[in-house]
């Protein structure tokens, strides 16, 4: 049925009714499956049986209009007088998004701004009836609707599987697409508007979970050369989130909570918030002329668009492509709620972030002290090695008995299973010859300074690195220093024209580049917000001088970093710190090295870790010195290896460490056999002995819980009205303990 559908409306996008005429869209619509009514049964909670929620595309009974809906998230749009958005309704919570309607995008081409879709003439934006729908008219300069395509979602780019990830993630996710297309305006507002060109508005909304993605693309039918000099994808009047009467300098007003916005045209950053600034804005809106706020500035019009440019020609018969915009509608204000909703779609819309193999950072690369390192992961049952920064190791040798050379160790490690890995920095260093960024006036580079990458150095390092994988076969890459999103107003031919084009264009660079490695199998460790565009790991989170400071006090600062960071990233998403050698500084009191003597301290680094299902770098020169030092390690990856799967689930947050009393995470997972996971710290020198109170709600589990205290034998706990169990635990000094929940 979805083939068929799909190839009739290619058709009539192909063809395309005459402009202001709907009565081809309506007869394509009515081939469509009915919308289905929503149950008044009691649904089941997504974040515990998603199974029910899958996204389809639909018409209404009544009226011109198409849905797009997953039972948790509903869109509709209009078809006519003009194609636009009218609905965006949290299925969960039955509150509508929306406030008003807007055009579906805009476009900038050859110096002329044009609306794509949309209607004008609501009488009042504070909230938007369905019967002035009907009496809303199209604007005659907008880009009109001639056609429409429902599809299926597709791979952004390839994702090779070559590790162990969570089991059940898709790629591409699984839902349904929309595509709709506009031609530019009728008579005598066409005038100076290229005949030839088409603008396509793609949406996504996936399986199980409340979130939608969109883009659009601009294709070039015309004779001649176009220049997408500016675009905005979305635009939504959102409900806001309060009303305040007065403004005042330096007090920021309260932006709408009930959705979380990023793109994938992210950088500079740890945190989505941070790397989206640059296109996810939101401003006041000058049509809402009811607000509460007396100079109406209240935030409360999403709109999204790059800052800069992006100035991009469009040859043709050639298309252009914007960056993709996710959209999750949370349900609640819980802070709990809202991470775990974050954290699913993450697993969803980029599944490789649930790659999460173990690390050792080697400080020496000599050839043979490489080679035992590789011995002693194997021995363990560590999964990879990376040649740390520092170590001597120089991805930019292009000669070929140095490429050959490691090649020979790369497959070495491959034959004990072991991927191997290097560190290259690219960002805040200085190259030089004018490669690198020069900003505009006001500005300056994130990093202090920053190559270009659309200079001479920067493609021939691109080229290097791509060279480099090819020649050797290595597995992972620890970009540091990643492109920030620095301006640069430098013309630089053929690549870059100036400051409008530079940060779109390297981007493309940057963001094509990690999309490669990831087709190739290639980990991606980034110390910044590229997970959209194929990076699998960022910082948790962490001040890097803290790994100078005494061993008891880093305990303490893994896990408030590990408690803090997996907020907004799954224990998979962030990579934590262990010097098993001299970082920074500090000497003996900060290093574990030798580590027999420091043996304990070691334990408790690794338990911090693997506990909590977070991978640390391990920096030192070698991971054991004695047998008793091998054989705790062993143990304690062997011991992660057994719960791998509920260790690498989502967690629920517990007491956060603060070295006073017990602290303590709870894993869930409602779809394995081990539904939760809780794992207890005692950061104190004596024994500590209490009941805790564990609400389960997010294992599933809703009368009755079997656990058992480590390999001891499992008990029956009554589950309360409130979800919750209370458990008696008791945790030897500077230790943890962990309870299996069935």
Sequence with gaps: MMRRIALTLLLLAAAGPAWGDIAELRKAAASLPLEPALSSDKRPDWLIDPSPYKAGAYRRAEGDEIVLSNGLVRRAFRLGPNAATVALDNLVTGQSILRGVKPEASVTVNGRRLDVGGLIGQPNYAYLLPEWLD????????????????????????????????????????????????????????????????????????????????????????????????????????????????????????????????????????????????????????????????????????????????????????????FRTFELLYDSTDRERRGLALRRMYRTIAPWVTENPLMHHMRIAKPQAVRAAIDQAAEVGFEMIILSFGSGFNMDNEDPAYLAAWKEIADYAHARKIEIGSYSLLSSRRVGGGNDIVCPPGQKPTHGTCPALTSEWGQKYFRRLEAFYEKTGFDLLEHDGSYPGDVDVTPRPPLQKGQNDSRWVQWRIISDFYKWCRGRGVYLNVPDFYYLAGSNKCGMGYRETNWSLPRAMQVIHTRQNVYDGTWTKTPSMGWMFVPLSQYHGGGAAATIEPLDTHLDHYRRMIDSNLGLGVQACYRGPRL??????????????????????????????????????????LHVNPALQRKGMLVVYNPLTRPAEKPLRVNLYYTGLRDTARIRCQDGPPKDYPIDRDYGVSLPVRVEPESMIWFVIE
């Design 135 to 322: 009496k809303m008219t199209a604007s005659p300069a907008a880009m009109c609707l001639v056609g429409f395509n429902v599809s299926q979602p597709t791979e952004r780019f390839a994702w090779k599987r070559v590790r162990h990830c969570a089991g059940g993630v898709d790629w591409p996710p699984k839902g349904v697409c929309l595509r709709m297309d506009y031609a530019p305006p009728a008579g005598p507002q066409a005038k100076g508007v290229p005949a030839g060109l088409r603008v396509c508005v793609h949406y996504e909304l996936y399986d199980h979970v409340p979130v939608l993605s969109k883009w659009i693309t601009v294709r070039n039918d015309s004779q001649a050369r176009l220049t997408v000099d500016r675009f905005t994808s979305e635009t939504l009047a959102v409900v806001e989130q309060t009303n305040w009467v007065e403004a005042r300098e330096g007090v920021a007003q309260p932006r709408p909570d009930c959705l979380h916005v990023e793109t994938d045209f992210a950088f500079g950053g740890f945190n989505p918030e941070n790397t989206s600034r640059h296109v996810v804005h939101w401003r006041n809106d000058p049509q809402y002329a009811t607000q509460v706020n007396y100079l109406r500035q209240t935030p409360c019009l999403l709109v999204v668009e790059p800052t800069y440019g992006p100035a991009q020609d469009v040859e043709p018969g050639k298309t252009f492509e914007s």
């Design 624 to 665: 054991f010195d004695t047998p008793r030092t091998r054989d705790m390690v062993k143990g304690r990856v062997a011991w992660f290896k057994t719960y791998r799967d509920i260790l690498e689930s989502d967690v629920v947050h517990g007491r956060r460490c603060d070295g006073r009393d017990l602290d303590w995470m």
